[in-house]
């Protein structure tokens, strides 16, 4: 079945530093991929997205590539804030599995001022 | 546009007790639905496919007659916990597949047990 291996956590870093979020993945299908954020307390949101190989995903300086020859969605930003401090999800959404979106275990970064 | 509207965002139930947990599209249909549950510090794992008009399609090892799903429209789903125990607490999240934005991910319910 589908599944995905990220980073294991937790990440700590310096304001400003730069930051990678390791993700491969297994699929039958060719699958979207996807990362989110969850905020303490808060529900998920979508940081970006990658449908197809050699896509790049991006968005509030945050960067992800689908890589279909090493089956990986790393994660990075070049640098980061205090605000980005919250845990990060891999994801992958399979057609060829009704659509479920399978998730990695989540990375929790804390980034200090 | 394609926001998804969880409630209540919190709740604490008496052991024995039942919870109802909506989930709704504000601003675009969804016939399908996704319920999640989420224990502490570890990831989501899917309960079950939520479809419109039809049986929720439930994953291994979710007991379908505890977690009742209803889609009874194309803008709502609901979750409701029966006989609710202890062991039932956790953050339970829906997402919804539509609106042009593939799947959009409600704030997510804190369910305390006690």
Redesign the interface.
Known sequence: GDSVTQMEGPVTLSEEAFLTINCTYTATGYP?L?W?VQYP??????LL?ATKADDKGSNKGFEATYRKETTSFHLEKGSVQVSDSAVY?CAL?DRTN?????????T?LTVKP | GAVVSQHPSRVICKSGTSVKIECRSLDFQATTMFWYRQFPKQSLMLMATSNEGSKATYEQGVEKDKFLINHASLTLSTLTVTSAHPEDSSFYICSARGGGRGYTFGSGTRLTVV
Do not use: I, V
């Open positions: 979207s996807f989110y307390g808060e529900g998920l949101q979508l997205k999800f959404s009704a659509g479920k979106s399978t998730f990695g275990d989540g929790t």
